[in-house]
């Protein structure tokens, strides 16, 4: 049976991300056939969307598959009969990014560009904008799949899931990531993992750990075996902690179990270096210089450095399984329904999923914690009340959601970043500016 050629439209097509993205298509060719691969940019990301999109031509011509590489600048042109829409935004580019990182750590709280502070104004001046995507979405591509990896990933996702008809899916690169971490560990293929996630985006925790049908986890927080990613600081856990958890925490979780030390950290590197977003700044000059050359036509190493490795292939595996009616298992965002039963059922979590044609459907989860509850819905309350702020554009929904954030210190913090962050983000949020 000859599969039906896609549209595909990737919203932040500039990034520097792109190339992996292009390159799993091309690999994945055969089975998913892709025939016009639509790259979409602002105005601002003019110019990198010229280099992307002429090194993405460049793969596919060596390639020698004929999907037809599109730039534009107009995203409704991209998205009209699209089959798969991808986002990987960054409203208010890597300054705005700075700004997340920079102004809470002045105040003495972690500055992280998806949790506490900086992760709330990101979601801010994001969610108003996934929206009007949705929209296009809903009245261009009605039957097309929104596949979100724009952070933070479930706040994002859980909009779309709220306020549109979008059939939307959000994913992250953290649980691929640890998949190919227990593959390589135990000496397997990727194929013989099945680690259990239970949480929410950038806070779950691994609750299990088959290798060909057998559970590590015991062995490995036993063993003290860890996992990291390039954005996080891999500050060793502490054994007894583990031990007694009985889970192994995602990185994201040093934010919250090691505020002291990671803080410490963030601020002596924003002092010296700068903070992540000063660095993935050199990074993304380093790697656009790279694409510029005419003569490279595949995805360079260098890209690897940042902190999104293997994301694309998390994307393209997420988009063939939804394509193929693959009924494989993959970690992602979808609504809760009843699955964690403390969380609200429209909530946004990450779990694993089998994934059909129809959509992901998630999985009842064995066990957990109940040491992890607690922390899990006040993120969660914190999440759902930054969409709700970011929709009406109320100050005082705003506070609620900073002052109850486990990483904001106190009321009267919350209030000083509140004000200081709005005055630094105004342009990007006229809602919370009408009067």
């Not at 009969?81 to 409203?91: E, H, I, L, N, P």
Request: hydrophobic share 40%; charged share 25%.
């Amino acid at each position: 049976m000859s599969k039906k050629p896609l549209k595909v439209a990737v919203i932040g097509g500039g990034s520097s991300y792109t190339p992996e993205i292009v390159e799993g298509f091309i690999k994945k060719y055969d089975e998913m056939p892709i025939r016009e691969l639509w790259l979409v940019d602002i105005e601002e990301g003019r110019r990198k969307l010229a280099i992307v999109g002429e090194l993405a031509k460049r793969m596919v011509e060596k390639a020698g598959v004929p999907i037809e590489v599109k730039l534009t600048l107009d995203r409704r042109e991209a998205i009209a009969g699209a089959d798969f829409v991808t986002t990987q935004m960054r409203v208010g580019l890597l300054e705005a990014r700075r700004r997340d990182e920079h102004i809470p750590i002045s105040h003495g709280v972690i500055g992280q560009e998806t949790t506490g502070p900086g992760g709330m104004f990101k979601a801010l001046r994001t969610v108003p904008v996934i929206l009007d995507i949705s929209k296009d979405i809903e009245e261009l591509a009605p039957d097309a799949w929104m596949l979100n990896f724009t952070n933070p990933a479930g706040i994002v996702t859980e909009a779309v899931q709220k306020h549109s008809r979008v059939k939307t899916v959000g994913l992250c690169n953290s649980p691929i990531n640890f998949q190919k971490f227990l593959a390589k560990e135990y000496g397997v293929s990727e194929r013989d993992v099945l680690p259990e996630f239970v949480g929410i985006n950038h806070l779950h925790w691994v609750t299990a750990a088959y290798v060909n049908g057998e559970d590590k986890l015991p062995e490995m927080i036993g063993g003290g075996r860890d996992y990291s990613a390039a954005n996080v600081t891999a500050f060793d856990w502490d054994a007894d902690f583990l031990s007694s958890l009985g889970a192994l925490p995602t990185y994201y979780l040093r934010y919250f179990y090691m505020t002291d030390a990671m803080f410490k950290d963030m601020k002596e590197s924003m002092e010296k270096n700068g903070t992540r977003a000063d660095v993935v700044s050199r990074v993304e000059e380093e790697l656009f210089e790279l694409y510029k050359d005419v003569n490279l036509s595949e995805k360079p190493k260098q890209l690897e450095k940042r902190g999104g490795a293997y994301y694309s292939e998390a994307a393209v595996n997420l988009m063939h399984s939804l394509y193929t009616d693959k009924r494989d298992i993959q970690t992602l965002n979808v609504r809760n329904g009843g699955i964690i039963d403390f969380l609200p059922a429209d909530a946004s979590i990450e779990v694993n999923c089998v994934v059909t044609a129809q959509g992901p459907i998630p999985l009842p989860l064995q066990r957990v914690p109940e040491q992890i509850k607690g922390l899990m819905h006040a993120v969660k309350t914190y999440e759902s009340l930054t969409i709700e702020a970011a929709i009406s554009g109320d100050r005082g929904i705003a506070l609620q959601a900073l002052a109850h954030h486990p990483l904001v210190p106190s009321v009267a913090v919350a209030k000083t970043l509140l004000e200081e962050m709005l005055e630094a983000n105004k342009a990007y949020l006229p809602r919370f500016y009408k009067n």
